[in-house]
């Protein structure tokens, strides 16, 4: 270690003292100024070293060096005179330039610092990769995009053997051949898909001093570009889906004009595409105003709107609705559908399910609506039954639905694509109803047909017979019934030859059946093989918890019978609903709901309590119809039949429309009073 004196502590001595404190083979252990202010000074105070006034101070000192930077010859001379031989003396001319020649070496030193710092912060900022190896493989140069794309840090990676980190064997062999190889792909172990350059690095005498590689992340560019791909392919798929469907479609932009129709479109307007694209929303219609103008004028979708569009005024209904992208609106699209096309679907969907109605049963246990615990138990017992050959009785009041639980087990049950025959035994006069039954042979009465007919038994062979009204029948009847449950065959009219049969049993009845035992106008032996799997209907007036469900039901069906829309029902009307006691039961309460949408206007979507008409007094009301019918004209026939009519229309809702009742209060046979409701139209 040198120990060196500074005389001087001017700039001169101060720049001197700044760049002997960066060496560390040399030890500044003093510097003296007559100033007491001087720069130098206050510099050498601050790092630690001594300061003085007289340099003599200090000769005690085994000093190698002495720098004088004072400038004045006298003190030079003194210095000259007073230090040993060992002490090398500079003067101020020699530290003058020393001084120059280290401050340049500073510029310049931080010139180039300056520079590779630029260049640095140029190389970190662009987008690719850049990694520089020596001839022995190790990582010189690493920027920042290179550590993004590798994950590993540039601290981790200088030094580094390049296999460590890039794993790239294209880089040695680049470095053996030292030929450049341009845009090569590369998979990094992190997944990155790479475009890479590897380039060999010349020095000035022609030789390699190691290889550059420049990777270019292409992930990015892979995956834009499969997600363009995928976007041809849904714009084709789209397109292709577009043009096959069957519903016309016609597609605006957002200032109303046409950007795209399909063949059915063509076909069902008459108008080409020509004719339509490019042109305002308003040129294929012949009647109506443009739908796609005011979906994009409200920004919302209108449907059911019946239009006529193309020369041929086609009759149509149409559904548009807006195109918003991003939540700004974009154009509209409208589907049409042709109305003669779907009235001719439609009537041969009635067609079809008029066939179907005489084939097998109309209706499925999910038609049977009520959540009370009535009407859930009765459900339970039927879909048991359905699961099982046994002949099931269904006992309940006109109305309460028999018939519809006939209908679900026989669809539920495996006789299900097997014919369902309904029979109404009271309906069919006493007569004819053995022959309808059993059938009958060849000649076996008068005004047979030839070669006999078929029963109803042997027509619902394999399958189901509902016989309903079954409390109406003969006692003679009762006897030929009770041997097909026991025999499982069956006698035509005119016959004796048994013939066997299979038929599941669902019989009905509103008849109290222990008292028809009681008077002995039932067999008890028939009753007990009937009576195996009895079910309750309960009455609507026990289940008033199910109305809303009902009225529901109701309302949906009578709206495609009277091709209206009634959605709801008021609270007011609600509860008149249940308040009443309905003695007709589910088929009063349809009869009430119909009446009243026939009273609604059109346009009403929901039923109000003014349009509901449920008699509070209907025997003051069926008093006073029938007084000031007393001044009908006509003949004595006509005025007989009009005063027969009103008493047989009074006794029915006096009997709550129970028929059984209704023909005892007014002593006549069941079978006259169907005849007689269906002569005047009351049935």
């Keep these: 270690m040198h120990r060196i004196m500074i005389v001087g502590a001017g700039s001169g001595g101060t720049a001197i003292l700044k760049l002997l404190a960066h060496s560390t083979n040399l030890q500044t252990v003093a510097v003296v100024d007559i100033r007491e202010d001087a720069p130098g000074i206050a510099a050498a105070r601050k790092a630690g070293i001594e300061t003085g ?197 016609s597609v605006v932009d957002e200032k109303g004009r046409g950007i795209v129709v399909n063949p059915a479109y063509t076909r069902i307007t008459g108008l080409s595409p020509d004719e339509i694209i490019g042109q305002p929303a308003t040129t294929d219609i012949s009647e109506g105003e443009s739908m796609h103008l005011k979906v994009i004028e409200t920004k919302k979708p209108i449907r059911g709107v019946n239009m006529r569009l193309g020369p041929h005024k086609r009759e149509v209904i149409v559904n548009v609705a807006p195109i918003i992208v991003e939540e700004k609106l974009k154009g509209s699209v409208g589907v049409i559908h042709d109305v003669t096309e779907m009235r001719r679907l439609a009537n041969e969907l009635n067609q079809a399910k008029t066939i179907i109605r005489t084939l097998e049963s109309k209706y499925v246990f999910d038609d049977i609506i009520g959540d009370s615990d009535e009407m859930k138990l009765a459900v339970e017992q039927a879909k048991l039954a359905a699961k099982t050959p046994v002949t099931v009785f269904l006992r309940g009041e006109s109305g309460t639905g028999k018939e519809l639980f006939a209908h679900a087990i026989h669809s539920e049950s495996n006789r299900h694509y097997e014919k369902f025959i309904r029979v109404n035994c009271a309906a069919i006069a006493e007569n004819l109803l053995e022959s309808e039954l059993f059938g009958y042979e060849d000649g076996a009465f008068t005004g047979a047909k030839k070669g006999g007919k078929r029963g109803l038994f042997e027509e619902a062979n394999k399958g189901s017979i509902f016989l309903d009204e079954i409390g109406e029948l003969s006692l003679s009847t009762q006897a030929k019934l009770l041997r097909v449950l026991q025999e499982k065959e069956i006698v035509r009219v005119g016959g004796s030859k048994p013939i066997p049969i299979d038929v599941r049993i669902i019989a009905a009845t509103n008849v109290n059946m222990e008292k028809a035992l009681h008077d002995h106008t039932f067999r008890e032996d028939l009753y007990y093989r009937l009576n195996r799997m009895p079910i309750y209907i309960p009455s609507l007036r026990k289940r008033l918890e199910d109305i809303p469900q009902l009225v529901e039901r109701l309302l949906s069906k009578l709206n495609r019978e009277y091709g209206r829309n009634v959605t709801s029902i008021t609270p007011t009307v609600l509860q008149r609903l249940k308040s009443y006691r309905w003695p007709g039961n589910v088929r009063e309460l349809e009869n009430v709901i119909g009446r009243a949408m026939i009273y609604m206007p059109i346009n009403e979507t929901e039923l109000h309590e003014r349009y509901l008409h449920i008699s509070t007094n209907q025997k003051d009301m069926d008093v006073k119809r029938l007084t000031n019918d007393l001044n009908v004209e006509g003949t004595l026939e006509e005025r007989i039949n009009h005063f027969e009519k009103q008493i047989i229309y009074h006794a029915l809702e006096s009997c709550q429309h129970n028929k059984t009742k209704t023909a005892k209060m007014l002593n006549i046979s069941l079978r006259s009073l169907y005849y007689k409701l269906e002569k005047y139209e009351l049935a």
């Design 53 to 249: 006034s007289n340099w003599r101070d200090f000769l005690h000192y085994p000093l190698d060096m002495v720098i004088d930077v004072t400038g004045e010859s006298v003190v030079f001379n003194d210095l000259l005179t007073s230090l040993s031989k060992k002490t090398i003396l500079i003067p101020g001319g020699i530290a003058e330039i020393i001084v120059q020649l280290l401050q340049e070496k500073e510029y310049y030193i931080q010139k180039l610092q300056n520079f590779s710092r630029r260049q640095q912060i140029i190389f970190n900022s662009i987008e690719e990769g850049m990694v520089s190896v020596n001839p022995e493989g190790m990582i010189t140069f690493f920027n920042q995009s290179a550590a993004r794309m590798t994950e590993v840090s540039i601290e981790d990676a200088i030094g580094k053997h390049f296999t460590t980190v890039i794993h790239d064997r294209g880089i040695e062999r680049v470095m053996e051949t030292g030929i450049a190889e341009t845009n090569q792909e590369f998979l990094l172990e992190t997944g990155k898909r790479l475009v890479t350059s590897r380039i060999p690095m010349i020095d000035e005498n022609s030789q390699q001093i190691g290889v550059l590689a420049i990777f270019k992340d292409i992930s990015e560019v892979v995956a834009l570009a499969e997600e363009i791909t995928d976007l041809k392919e849904i714009k084709t798929m789209l397109e292709a889906i577009i043009q096959s469907s069957d519903d016309a479609i």
